[in-house]
């Protein structure tokens, strides 16, 4: 995220120290590059750059803001630095599209000219009140000791179809840290939700001491904001929470809900994204509404080794209620693995996922999620293979589309479980990233490892894989690690360079001997989806070799248990419309 690799580190204390001698005690996200955040772009490089992800021409993006659906329109705001490629100069873009794929560049919507937000315009969403009237809040930072205080900002001409222009009305902050908030860790308001009692409710992300909290805060005009005296989730031993996210999804999974559903045969989601990790992790539970808490499930994980949207390079995520589909579409934020200099020298750093629509799984113990259906539309030329064996030490290529720029879906079979392999007792249940750097693609199994060898080179020189491995426990269940390894990707390897083995278990019934695996592939980065979106992986990687027309995508099988590619249809994907207003 430009902060220096502090995410990587395993244990809370040594990142508040980190934090402590990276940020001088002040709470604050990114790595500050003075010398390098406006060197503006003068020759963009095009290798490595995504076909059909969301990206601008130039300079640095991070997190998604204030996503909404708005009188037929879509609108993405994010955190854009004008300027340069690394992070700093931060104001909120703007772009709008008519579905989620093709999409115009507007003026900036937000950006530091006030008093209460002279230091920063930082991250926030949309809300749609009454009368059909979209309202930003927004975290402003006011003075250099990184002081953070809510602000909103409303359209000037709320006809205007593209919503072009936005007013800071003169009556900022709304909400100022008290005494009992740490206010340089006070930031990233939700979308609000009405409560039966008639008031609005918004929830910041916060910290106290090493207890990461969820502020609740309530209004019944949406200006006039009080802190609600006990938070709406927290949890000790986590560190700061950022980009908290609070929504309903539907017991019945038949239509998507807005963000003020509050009763009914729902489950909340609590998601949070954890400062010290870098990872945006989740619980499903129940909204307490008479003493406005939230109450994970029992069985729930909280916190470090809890769920998560994704198990890769995945940030900052928000979500909104699509009211056009009765569907919730999550956008998350892949910054660069590569070192800061090189994103300087190519011109451009960050992009926006795909979008994903969320739904309950019907096991009601964690989230589908799954590339919007619009996506499809950019799909190009066709390649298929059915009934195709894959024996110990076989691949088979896929050719006929371009390989750098894909998008495939393949479904495995295989006949018998039996060789699943041991899962050892002393190895982390929780550890999935460890397991995968362990028993990599390379390191021969019995069912499994076997998936897709995206972005390869034709002699696999470089190569990141995608692939299922099977183990079966001591209680004689069975265990299937996803893993996305970056670890091969490049022949690059300078220092700063990022290339995880990236990964997470699979919490799927694998008694009908199949496994699906779909997979976006985009130059830089490749987004995968196990099972249908039980467990999701995004991978950036910087092939040398494997770039443009020299990439390869192969099947493989490095397991003792013969496996069958049921069926797999791959597209070349075409380049959506990017326009500029």
């Known amino acids: 995220m430009g902060f220096k690799k502090c995410h990587l580190l395993a244990a809370l204390p040594f990142f508040l120290l980190c934090s402590l001698i990276l940020n001088n005690g002040v709470e604050a996200s990114h790595h500050v590059h003075e010398d390098l955040q406006s060197i503006s772009a003068e020759n963009v490089k095009d290798l490595h750059r995504t076909g059909y992800h969301f990206q601008p021409t130039k300079h640095w993006i991070n997190d998604p803001n204030g996503p909404m659906y708005f009188n037929g329109v879509y609108h993405l705001f994010y955190q854009y630095n004008p300027k340069g490629a690394v992070w700093g100069n931060i104001v909120w873009a703007h772009s709008v599209s008519k579905d989620l794929i093709n999409w115009e560049r507007l003026e900036p919507a937000i950006f530091p000219s006030k008093s209460f937000d002279q230091y920063g315009c930082w991250s926030g969403s949309a809300t749609i009140l009454p009368g059909n009237k979209p309202v930003i809040l927004y975290s402003g930072i006011i003075d250099k000791n990184n002081t953070q205080v809510q602000n909103y900002a409303v359209p000037e001409n709320v006809s205007d179809p593209y919503l072009h222009k936005w007013i800071k009305p003169d009556n900022n902050p709304l909400i100022v840290a008290d005494k009992h908030v740490n206010k340089t860790a006070f930031r990233d308001p939700t979308t609000a939700w009405l409560g039966k009692d008639g008031q609005w409710r918004i929830t910041l992300g916060s910290r106290k001491n090493d207890k990461g909290v969820s502020l609740l805060y309530k209004s019944k005009n949406f200006i006039n904001w009080t802190k609600s005296k006990k938070p709406l989730h927290s949890l000790a031993g986590t560190g700061n929470w950022e980009c908290p996210d609070f929504f309903p999804v539907s017991i019945q999974g038949t239509k998507e809900l807005d963000t003020s559903v509050i ?4 489950k909340h989601v609590m998601k949070i994204s954890l400062d010290a990790t870098r990872y945006d992790y989740y619980t499903l539970g129940t909204y307490d509404t008479k003493k406005d808490k939230y109450i994970p499930d029992k069985g729930m994980v909280d916190g470090w080794n809890g769920l998560r949207y994704d198990y890769g390079n995945f940030y900052a995520s928000k979500s909104f209620f699509d009211p056009s589909k009765n569907r919730r579409i999550l956008w998350g934020w892949a910054n660069e693995s590569d070192p800061v200099h090189d994103d300087v020298k190519k011109g451009w750093a960050g992009i ?3 979008p994903r629509t969320i739904v309950l799984d019907p096991n009601h113990k964690q989230l589908l999620q799954w590339p919007v259906e619009e996506l499809e539309t950019l799909r190009g030329k066709k390649v298929e293979l059915i009934n195709k064996k894959l024996d110990k030490g076989e691949r088979v290529e896929i050719e006929g589309i371009p390989a750098a720029q894909a998008d495939v ?27 995968c750097s362990q028993k990599g693609s390379s390191v021969q199994g019995g069912l499994g490892p076997f998936g897709l060898l995206t972005l390869a080179s034709e002699k696999l020189e470089e190569y990141t894989p995608v692939f299922f491995r099977i183990f079966k426990d001591q209680e004689q269940k069975h265990v299937v690690l996803m893993c996305s390894d970056a670890s091969r990707s490049s022949l690059e390897d300078k220092k700063g360079m990022y290339k995880p083995s990236s990964a997470g278990f699979v919490d799927v019934d694998i008694n009908d001997k199949k496994l699906s695996l779909r997979s976006l592939i985009d130059h830089s980065v490749v987004e995968s989806f196990g099972a249908k979106g039980k467990t999701c992986i995004t991978s950036r990687v910087y092939p040398t070799i494997a770039t443009y027309d020299n990439a390869h995508l192969y099947a493989f099988n490095n397991g003792t248990e013969t496996v069958e590619i049921e069926s797999l249809n791959a597209w070349s994907m075409n380049k959506p419309q990017l326009m500029n207003h």
């Not at 009763?263 to 729902?266: A, K, L, M, Q, V």
């Not at 479904?411 to 999935?432: G, M």
Request: cysteine-free.
């Open 263 to 266: 009763e009914g045969d729902i």
């Open 352 to 354: 926006q996922l795909i």
């Open 409 to 435: 879906e393949v479904t495995f079979s295989f006949n018998s479980l039996e060789k699943a392999e041991p899962f050892d007792p002393s190895w982390d249940r929780y550890d999935a990233q460890k397991l």
